[in-house]
């Protein structure tokens, strides 16, 4: 059965049916709205790209559509504090075109990292995380310099197991725990340290999406070659993208390698 706009909208309203939401359709924008009434914090969905995604993936893509609404709905209505969820304060990476504040015009809390990414910090809720705003951090009492402590320490406790693969004598190393914060791993000082250690060649790094982080053992030219387009297929792909430039890792400092192009026999 082909889905449409119309459909997709009535099996939404079927699905999302609370007395606490309200919902609303704008039919110039092709835009399905669900929101509490009371607060009226809520999320609008942009149809055409979910037709799509059904088209591709059939009912799954709806079920998804429906948990991820529901959970995102829930995080809006709930009070959240910082002291005693130490544990659950984690950094994310991403790029330095994400916005610094929210929907609702709140300052997230944030800080420089390279050219190309910029730190925030998300309090971990179990199936999603809410990205820390200067309001909860000053309700709390709490300094950029605390938050960034606690975030650094606790993503040095993850796991960092990682699949090898050897290519024209480059090793690359993705480590892939799809927790959230993959990339968040690239402030793992300690396991940047020890990867840099047992490296034969440069240490190349690149973070393209949330989900992955890279190391590149760049034992020769096509290496980085290799690596820039590796970066740039994962960048492609990824759910929430970062960057497509990968870093020279040296001295404690992450360095965007440019590769113009592919390798050119150099001249005699």
């Known amino acids: 059965m082909k889905m449409t706009t119309l459909k997709l909208k009535k099996i939404l309203e079927d699905r999302l049916a609370n007395d606490n939401y309200r919902t609303s359709y704008n039919r110039d924008k092709d835009t399905f709205r669900v929101e509490w009434k009371e607060s009226k914090k809520g999320m609008s969905i942009t149809l ?9 993936r059939g009912e799954e893509a709806i079920d998804e559509l429906e948990e991820h609404i529901t959970e995102a709905l829930r995080i809006m ?26 929907k609702a015009g709140e300052s997230l809390v944030c800080k420089d990292h390279t050219a190309e990414t910029r730190i925030y910090y ?41 699949k090898h693969d050897r290519v024209a004598d480059n090793d690359f190393y993705f480590v892939a725990k799809q927790d959230g914060y993959d990339a968040s791993r690239i402030l793992n000082e300690a396991f940047l340290e020890e990867m840099k250690a047992n490296a034969k060649g440069e240490l190349a790094v690149a973070v393209p999406h949330q989900d992955v982080l ?11 070659d290799i690596l820039a387009q590796m970066t740039m297929k994962f960048f492609a792909d990824g759910r929430i993208p970062i960057t497509s430039l990968s870093f020279i890792y040296e001295d404690k400092i992450l360095e965007p390698i440019f590769i113009l192009a592919k390798n050119k026999p150099e001249k005699e």
Do not use: C
């Open 48 to 56: 055409p790209n979910v037709v799509a995604k059904y088209n591709q």
């Open 77 to 102: 209505n709930e009070e959240h504090q910082l002291t005693g969820m130490e544990k659950y304060i984690y950094p994310v990476i991403r790029a330095t075109s994400f916005p610094t504040k929210t």
């Open 122 to 162: 998300a309090l971990d809720l179990g199936k999603s995380y809410r990205l820390i705003d200067q309001t909860l951090l000053k309700n709390e009492g709490w300094t950029l310099d605390r938050i960034d402590e606690i975030a650094t320490f606790n993503v040095r406790s993850l796991d960092v197991d990682y």
């Open 214 to 224: 890279i190391l590149a053992d760049i034992q020769n030219k096509t290496g980085y």
